[in-house]
Structure formats: C-alpha cells, structure tokens
C-alpha cells in the first residue's frame, strides 16, 4: 500500500542549528513534493515545491532535496530560531488522473533559544 | 488579496445532529478542497469541486457531502454526527492548473468540530 512517512517523534534542536527532517514514501511515483507549515490551530502554509526531475530546491534558509530512487525528500532549516517551531508536512502529487496531493502526518519541530 | 474564509471557526455538536462548514476561496482559484485532520490520521481527503462540480472523492462515508456555488464558495455537510467526526476539518483553494503537474494549496484557518 502506498505509505508516506514522516518521523512521529518532536525534533528537538538549539537555536543557530540546522533542522533536518525526512519524509519517506513507499508505492508512489510522485511527480512532486511539496512542504508545509502548520502552526498550532492554524491551516497549513505553502513553504517549498520540487518537482521529480530536480535534485534540490532553496528559498531563503530553505532547502529541499528529493531523491525518488531513495524514495526520500529531506527538508533542512538553516540558522533555525525559535520562530521557525511548528510542523511541517509532506505532500506527494503523483502525475495522472487525481492530482490531490497526499499529505503525510507532518514531524513537529521545537527549536529552543 | 483576502485568503480563504472559514466559518464557523469553533463549533459544538452532539451526536446525530448535523453540521455544515462554510469556505470562501481565494478570488480566482476556482477549486476548493476539503480535509479533515484528526491528530491520529492527519491529513485526511474529501473531496475536491471545481465549476461546481465534485471532481475528487476521498475514502470517506456518504455522510460528508459537499457542494460548490457559481462564485466558487463551498460548503462541506455532515449528517447524523458521531464522536469520531471531532476534528479539524480544513478547506484550501487552488488555481488547480492540472496542466503544469502541480496543486499548490492554500488553506484557511479550519474550522474546530468538536461532537458530545
């Protein structure tokens, strides 16, 4: 069955650190990636989109990378500060038919001062 | 530009009553999505309209129905309530060019559905 995981458990980091987080996929042909925030009570905010062909995508303190033989995506923070604490969600959208992205459960980060 | 309006953002049912949740979308996006996010199921797929018709359907039960107006605003319906049905239920709109191989989602805040 197609799966899209992201770690359940908090990432816990200090300050000036770079954020790591996975999203790992199984049974999907994704044509693209794409991240999300949500902060608490609060609808998911678009933050970054990478389509199959491209290795990696930066906006800012932003990074993506996708590697679909890995079946991964890793979404890095850089220079994290506590403003950037929330969850973040993976979404797959696969080429064809429905283009509804699926969302994963999303990874909660907490970036401590 | 406005985002997406829903309303109401808090509301409280018992079981077997029946709610309906209002979504306004960006002006010019003319498809509107409905998820319900539970804290054990995450994201959850509805269903999709688009020029007033339903597009996409998630795996859900015929008690949740939707609908969509002329002007693009959509309402998501819920019958005969269960306990279960507590959750945050999301609209997002979208130009949903299907063209170009991706649905960039715009959420609104949810609105809060809690049933006794």
């Known amino acids: 069955s197609q799966k899209i995981e992201q770690n359940s458990e908090a990432l816990n980091i200090q300050e000036g650190k770079t954020a790591t987080l996975t999203c790992n996929y199984t049974?999907?042909?994704?044509?693209?990636l794409q991240w999300y925030r949500q902060d608490p009570g609060r609808g998911p905010v678009f933050l970054l989109l990478?389509?199959?062909?491209?290795k990696e995508k930066r906006k800012e303190r932003l990074k993506v990378t996708f590697d679909t033989t890995l079946k991964q995506s890793l979404f890095h923070i850089t220079a994290s500060q506590p403003a950037d604490s929330a969850t973040y969600l993976c979404a797959l959208g696969t080429s064809g038919g429905s283009y509804i992205p699926t969302f994963g459960r999303g990874t909660s980060l907490i970036v401590h001062p | 530009k406005a985002g997406v309006t829903q309303t109401p953002r808090y509301l409280i049912k018992t079981r077997g009553q029946q709610v309906t949740l209002s979504c306004s979308p960006i002006?010019?996006?003319?498809?509107v999505s409905w998820y319900q996010q539970t804290p054990g199921q995450g994201l959850q797929f509805l269903f999709e309209y688009f020029s007033e018709t339903q597009r996409n359907k998630g795996n859900f039960p015929g008690r949740f129905s939707g609908r969509q107006f002329s002007n693009s605003r959509s309402e998501m319906n819920v019958s005969t309530l269960e306990l279960g049905d507590s959750a945050l239920y999301l609209c997002?709109?979208?130009?949903?060019?299907?063209?170009?191989?991706?649905?960039?989602?715009?959420f609104g805040a949810g609105s809060r559905l809690t049933v006794l």
């Open positions: 049974n999907y042909s994704p044509a693209y």
């Open positions: 997002a709109s979208s130009l949903a060019q299907q063209l170009s191989g991706a649905n960039v989602l715009t």
């Open positions: 990478i389509r199959e062909n491209e």
């Open positions: 002006s010019g996006h003319r498809s």
